[in-house]
Nanobody, 125 residues
């Protein structure tokens, strides 16, 4: 009934930019806290960024702070991740997740109800 679809991934050289999109679909449309996570080959999934329902509260992993920006669309459904100054270590499958359960910590992936299939981001040297 609820589906999260990521798009915007691809191959980019170090220092370049990409913008990822997450579009909720189905009978229910999410307007609550949403997040982005990523998983690199051979590593565990890690938190990247999250945004509140109103869009006035955002959180970022230290590794992407100052380079990535999470935002919401006008309808508060689509969620974006603007990725600038990309580094080879940013290479991973990026996942959209949400909504977050009430009272959940922004970086706790266990509190996000639905997950997308992921979109591949590859940054070359």
């Amino acid at each position: 009934q609820v589906q999260l679809v990521e798009s915007g991934g691809g191959l980019v050289q170090a220092g370049g930019s990409l913008r990822l999109s997450c579009a909720p679909s189905g009978r229910t449309f999410n307007t609550y806290t949403m997040g982005w996570f990523r998983q690199a080959p051979g590593k565990e999934r890690e938190f990247v960024a999250s945004i509140s329902r109103s869009g006035d509260s955002t959180y970022y992993a230290d590794s992407v702070k100052g380079r990535f920006t999470i935002s919401r669309g006008n309808a508060k459904n689509t969620v974006y991740l603007q990725m600038n100054s990309l580094k080879p270590e940013d290479t991973a499958v990026y996942y959209c997740a949400g909504p977050q359960r009430f009272g959940g910590t922004y970086y706790d992936e266990g509190t996000y109800v639905y997950w997308g299939q992921g979109t591949q981001v590859t940054v070359s040297s």
